[in-house]
């Protein structure tokens, strides 16, 4: 392999030249993945202009107009370029690439009324507003259809950003747990290695890094928090990968914190990095409240014959009440009853304890029994498709609960908490949540508390809805459910 020798400059990181490979394209996957959209791009944008033509029988009638149509379909491929839509740090992310997409759209239709008003073309409304929702449309589609695409190339080992990590040991070893977690983020760990304070001057560390990317066809330097990444070695580092093919990443020690919440503002030199605090009360969760209201009622009347069928069975198939009556912590430490078709036997409570000590979860604050035997046969068939949770609706119309939260938990389990824990309580527990949609009963508590204080930390009206329906999807196949 060919080399180019990089020689030293001030403040560089290194003291003697290092032998860095030749760009070799190894994120050359972007490019080929680019040009796909490029073209899905193209083609849905002209298929948006030209069908309202075609159906509204309007070709004939304005085909002076065509022309301008045609710088209109040119302006709005343009904008989507301007605004980075099909840039690497946009593509296949979601919500980044679907926002690019339509501010570019909004622009291009600003830029096609500018034209046509400088040039005196004598445009209706419709010419082209039919087009531009249904652009649109065709484009966020066309986006999530390639994103679903790159997802699944991603699980399956390819289209992957190879990264090298740099940083302490637990920044590194926790980065790396993140990414693990995540596959269809894009970033595949390929090494780590830990710099330490006299690396300034040993030079061998760069060459290890050097060699470490060549050998696992690395493209990404990744820095996590260390103290003896100086800002005169991060600079050096990033004047020594400029001149290659290679990425520079530096990751903060902080996660799960959603994009909504982060704001950029570079101040003294200083890339600061803002994080807005959680929105727990406004005229959000005023909506909330009313689509909680509304929501449940709806629920509660179209599921009225499953309740009604529920409820005999319950009734003519096991000894005790139809309904089951549990104290759970509510919203702020208030206490409150949870209402449930009954799906165990009536001595299901007094069992508990020497149960979960024979699972050795007695220390862990989710009070889960795998293979239950104080299940009904009903109450099994219950559980598994979350039917016995239906009562649950009365308690959100009352305003105990929320379709979406944390789960309610018993007195015994909220104290066992620790101060992480205790945030689940800032909010209205739910019917179902983040974590019932990741794998419900089989996560550990660990787990569950991360998705938890993620829902609790990043809560919008869009998540609530994106989780009801993956709710939907988790019941009907029944997932991880005990």
């Given at each position: 392999?060919?080399?180019?020798?990089?020689?030293?400059?001030?403040?560089?990181?290194?003291?003697?030249?290092?032998?860095?490979?030749?760009?070799?394209?190894?994120?050359?996957?972007?490019?080929?993945?680019?040009?796909?959209?490029?073209?899905?791009?193209?083609?849905?944008?002209?298929?948006?202009?030209?069908?309202?033509?075609?159906?509204?029988?309007?070709?004939?009638?304005?085909?002076?107009?065509?022309?301008?149509?045609?710088?209109?379909?040119?302006?709005?491929?343009?904008?989507?370029?301007?605004?980075?839509?099909?840039?690497?740090?946009?593509?296949?992310?979601?919500?980044?690439?679907?926002?690019?997409?339509?501010?570019?759209?909004?622009?291009?239709?600003?830029?096609?009324?500018?034209?046509?008003?400088?040039?005196?073309?004598?445009?209706?409304?419709?010419?082209?507003?039919?087009?531009?929702?249904?652009?649109?449309?065709?484009?966020?589609?066309?986006?999530?259809?390639?994103?679903q695409w790159l997802r699944k190339k991603r699980a399956s080992g390819h289209y992957l950003n190879k990264a090298v990590l740099v940083g302490s040991a637990t920044t590194v070893a926790h980065t790396r747990s993140q990414l693990d977690r995540h596959p269809d983020s894009g970033y595949k760990v390929v090494d780590a290695l830990i710099p330490t304070h006299d690396g300034d001057e040993h030079p061998e560390f760069f060459e290890r890094l050097v060699k470490s990317l060549v050998v696992n066809d690395g493209d990404t330097v990744m820095l996590t928090s260390s103290d003896a990444l100086t800002p005169e070695r991060i600079r050096g580092l990033a004047w020594d990968l400029e001149r290659h093919d290679y990425r520079l990443v530096i990751t903060p020690s902080l996660t799960d914190v959603a994009e909504s919440r982060i704001q950029t503002q570079p101040v003294a030199g200083l890339p600061l990095i803002h994080i807005l605090s959680p929105n727990y009360s406004g005229p959000q969760r005023v909506v909330k409240r009313f689509s909680d209201i509304v929501g449940s009622g709806v629920i509660l009347l179209l599921t009225s014959p499953i309740l009604l069928v529920v409820a005999l069975l319950v009734r003519v198939t096991s000894v005790g009440p139809i309904f089951y009556l549990q104290e759970r912590i509510g919203q702020d430490d208030r206490p409150f009853h949870i209402l449930k078709f009954r799906s165990m036997q009536v001595d299901a409570d007094s069992r508990l304890a020497e149960l979960l000590s024979k699972q050795g979860t007695d220390g862990k604050p989710l009070f889960k029994i795998q293979s239950d035997p104080r299940l009904t046969p009903v109450g099994a068939v219950l559980r598994r498709f979350s039917l016995d949770e239906l009562p649950q609706l009365i308690n959100v119309l009352k305003g105990d609960m929320s379709l979406v939260g944390p789960r309610p938990q018993r007195p015994a389990e909220v104290a066992l908490y620790d101060s992480a824990a205790q945030r689940r309580l800032k909010v209205r527990p739910g019917m179902t949540g983040l974590w019932q949609v990741s794998g419900r009963s089989r996560l550990t508590w660990e787990e569950a508390l991360r998705l938890d204080l993620y829902y609790i930390e990043n809560w919008t009206l869009l998540v609530d809805v994106i989780i009801m329906w993956r709710t939907f999807r988790a019941v009907v196949g029944s997932d991880g459910a005990y």
């Open positions: 392999m060919s080399s180019n020798s990089v020689s030293e400059s001030p403040g560089s990181s290194v003291n003697a030249p290092i032998e860095l490979p030749v760009a070799h394209n190894p994120r050359s996957w972007v490019a080929s993945y680019r040009l796909r959209v490029i073209i899905t791009d193209v083609v849905l944008i002209g298929v948006a202009v030209g069908a309202p033509l075609i159906l509204l029988k309007l070709w004939d009638a304005q085909h002076a107009r065509v022309p301008f149509l045609a710088v209109a379909s040119l302006l709005w491929v343009i904008a989507l370029a301007v605004f980075d839509s099909r840039s690497s740090r946009a593509l296949g992310t979601g919500t980044t690439e679907y926002k690019m997409v339509i501010d570019a759209t909004l622009v291009g239709l600003g830029a096609a009324a500018v034209v046509a008003f400088l040039f005196g073309t004598t445009i209706r409304r419709v010419d082209i507003l039919p087009s531009v929702p249904l652009g649109l449309v065709l484009l966020l589609l066309g986006r999530w259809g390639w994103r």
